[in-house]
Structure formats: C-alpha cells, structure tokens
T-cell receptor, first 114, second 112 residues
Framework: ETGVTQSPTHLIKTRGQQVTLRCSSQ?????VSWYQQALGQGPQFIFQ???????GRGNFPPRFSGLQFPNYSSELNVNALELDDSALYLC?????????????FGPGTRLTVL | QKEVEQNSGPLSVPEGAIASLNCTYS??????FFWYRQYSGKSPELIMF????GDKEDGRFTAQLNKASQYVSLLIRDSQPSDSATYLC????????????FGTGTSLTVIP
C-alpha cells in the first residue's frame, strides 16, 4: 500500500457528461500528478499540482482541469466526456517536483464512457 | 516528443530463470529512470529507480543504465510465477519537472 487513495473506484458516464475524480496524497507529499492509462498503453501525463498550483501539463485539452487543496489532496475534472476518455485514471504523489522524486500511485479510478 | 520504447512482449521465462526487460529513450537529457510493476487490473507499483550509469541491485532485481546508449534495463533473477505482470519503464527529464514519460510496458509470464 502506498498510502495514496482515490475515489471512486469505478465510474460509468455517458458522452457529454462531466466527471470529478479525487485523490488523497501520501502523508508528507505535497505534489500530485494525474495520468490517464488506456487499455494496453502506458500511463500518459495529464498534469501535476504542487502547493495548489498547476506545475506542468501534458498534451490534454482544456476540458481536463484540476485542483489541489491545502491538505494536498487533488481533483481531476473532465467536461464534455468523449468515448475515448474511457481509461484508468491514476494519481501519483511525490515529495516535491524534482525529477529525482519517486512517484507513488493510488489504486486508480476506472472510467467508462458510454 | 519524448519517446520511451519497450518491447511489448509477451516475454516468457521458466521459473528460476533470469528475466531481462529493456527500455530505450529518446531524450538524451533524461536524468532519472524508474521501473514499475503492474498486475492486471491494478495500478503501477514502484520497483526500482536509477540515476547513475551502471548497475543498481535490490534483492532479486537489478537495474542497469547506460546513458550513452540511452538504454535502461531491469533484470529479475530467480523469476517466480508471482513476477508475472507488465513492467513499465518511466523516464524523467529535468526540463519537465517531475513529469514521467512511460513506455507501453513489457508483459512478463513466468512459467512454473
């Protein structure tokens, strides 16, 4: 167990809807990164939050947005869901933003868009 | 575009053998390299990380890094059926902070 938790575990939505996914970071970690993992692929970086500010973003459209709270927990919001958004969404926490910091993943949220 | 390449496999080895997993990366400025294990339906679990050229050993696992060749590998000695999983290589570059670039993973099956 990494101490990183995510909710919900599974989610089913229809195209066009909006979804919010939640992540609690490991104790002592102030940085949360979100990844999307499609079936058979490696995780793809969505964005990272450090001390409540976005600290880097991958190649994802603006309908993917996020927040980080003072306790370092984080939310991922996706608007106008598309079928291709169906994936495992992973959050990872780390102790800072150095490229040498390890990232520890939560169990993930499996999103299905119908 | 930063590329991380892995042979998707599947790689099959008999129990007790050495499994060798390979990863190449395109960005010569990459500084840190991580290996994750992912069981089917689960999230990635960190196995090892390596920053310097050469070998790093942790129990049955050895990570090897050759920055000149832009190559990192993971050796699993005395492979066990419980090692059957997908192994993901992740690369980090300082110009993108703590953003990890992942390969597509190599599926390993250890045959009893």
């Amino acid at each position: 167990e990494t101490g990183v938790t995510q909710s919900p575990t599974h989610l089913i939505k229809t195209r066009g809807q909006q979804v919010t996914l939640r992540c609690s970071s490991q104790s002592g970690h102030n940085t949360v990164s979100w990844y999307q993992q499609a079936l058979g692929q490696g995780p793809q970086f969505i964005f990272q939050y450090y001390r409540e500010e976005e600290n880097g973003r991958g190649n994802f459209p603006p309908r993917f947005s996020g927040l980080q709270f003072p306790n370092y927990s984080s939310e991922l919001n996706v608007n106008a869901l598309e079928l291709d958004d169906s994936a495992l969404y992973l959050c990872a926490s780390s102790r800072g933003t150095s490229s040498y910091n390890e990232q520890f993943f939560g169990p993930g949220t499996r999103l299905t868009v119908l | 575009q930063k590329e991380v390449e892995q042979n998707s496999g599947p790689l099959s080895v008999p129990e007790g053998a050495i499994a060798s997993l390979n990863c190449t990366y395109s960005d010569r400025g990459s500084q840190s390299f991580f290996w994750y294990r992912q069981y089917s339906g689960k999230s990635p679990e960190l196995i090892m990380f390596i920053y310097s050229n050469g070998d790093k050993e942790d129990g049955r696992f050895t990570a090897q890094l050759n920055k000149a060749s832009q190559y990192v590998s993971l050796l699993i000695r005395d492979s066990q059926p419980s090692d059957s999983a997908t192994y993901l290589c992740a690369v980090n570059t300082p110009d993108t902070g703590n953003q990890f670039y992942f390969g597509t993973g190599t599926s390993l099956t250890v045959i009893p």
